[in-house]
């Protein structure tokens, strides 16, 4: 049986939704199945960076450091801060319970094809 732990979506008007967390799930699936407007417009693929999430800074040294591509990724992400992380890339743990990310007023998409 999968561990569920909880966790926090401070949504971009700022009103928070705690949610379910199984273990095992990155912030973006678990976003996903609670109908959260988390993007992810690569699917977790770290190849874009709409998925990012502010880490709440209570939370963010109990985070891995981020991976080279990730922080490549995070360079494009909007409204960058000093505990943003792309939420594809943190995977629910024991050490996580109660984690508290907020979601950006505004994404990047560099995926979409723009006509003009």
Known sequence: MTKMFKMTF???DGTPKEVDAP???SVLEVAHRNGIDLE???EGSLA???CHVIVDPND???LDEPSENEEDML???FG???TSRLGCQIVMSEELDGLKVSLPKATRNMMVDRKV
């Open 80 to 82: 960058l801060t000093h």
């Open 10 to 12: 401070v949504l971009p």
């Open 40 to 42: 992810g417009a690569c």
């Open 75 to 77: 360079d494009l992400a």
């Open 48 to 50: 874009c960076s709409t």
């Open 60 to 62: 963010f040294d109990k």
């Open 23 to 25: 273990e095992g799930l």
